[in-house]
């Protein structure tokens, strides 16, 4: 059951300088957005979100930032080229409420790509607040053109839309408007920030963790977190603000694959 489907990369898009989208054909059965598949290049798996589903062609999307030697690895694989896929893991967002405030962080953006648009399709309006430090960092500018959801880019630099940083363009959103819920991922500090405005507003929030994996099905505790023991690629990596809350981790450490800690302060 958990054996990697050895698959053909059917496309690739170049988003930006780091990151690219590969498309799979892929039975889309019961799949959740912000869920993850493992993805298995015959020397090393990891982990990644799901940031497109797409049930009408059968085809997902996985895109992966350039940041070390597996990331490299992938990039470098072309339509045609085969990796295996495990999947999907992991609880993803539940989808509720009727008007939505969803904040992707850089990578983050993979799988709240996914989340906006099955919320769109559902009907449900969302406000996307899409955060980068640069305009050319910017993830999916073109995908969220046609789509419903409200899109409100940001720069770190201000080189296209809100100049300032994710959180401080979430804040003024949640000052002026009333949305039934919040979901997020990113940078852990942004989430930590977000978590405090969920608080704040008094509105329920979903935000996807990360943490270092490598069975991705809940048996090696690698990705147990301080102090509840919670495995984030089961009971997570979409958690509630106030289970976040409880991890006492959380905003402040994680640990790399030997289990040693690293501050993210
Ligand atoms: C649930 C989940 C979803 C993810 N979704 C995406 C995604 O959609 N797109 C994307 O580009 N990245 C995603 N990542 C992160 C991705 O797994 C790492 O960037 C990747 O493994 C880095 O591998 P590397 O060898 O290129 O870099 P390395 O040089 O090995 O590592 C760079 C950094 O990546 C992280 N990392 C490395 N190995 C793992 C691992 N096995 N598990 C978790 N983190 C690791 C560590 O923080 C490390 O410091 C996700 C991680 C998790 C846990
Ligand atoms: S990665 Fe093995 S338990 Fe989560």
Redesign the pocket.
Known sequence: MHVPKIVEIKKVILETKTVKTFIFDWKVENMVPGQFMMVWNFQDEK?MSISLIDPIRNEIGISIKKVGEFTEAVHSLEAGDKLGLRGPYGRGFKIMGSKILAVGGGIGMAPISAFVEEASKRGLEVDLVSAAPTREELLFLDRFKNNKANLKSCTDDGSHGFCGFGTELAEELLKNERYHMLVACGPEIMMKKLVEMADKYKIPAQLSLE??????????????VDDLGW????EGPVFWSDELKLITEFGKYRRDASGIKHSLL
Do not use: A, S
């Not at 943490?211 to 147990?224: A, L, N, P, S, T």
């Not at 495995?231 to 089961?234: L, P, S």
């Open positions: 982990p943490r270092y994996m490598k069975c991705g099905i809940g048996i090696c505790g690698q990705c147990c495995r984030v690629c089961v």
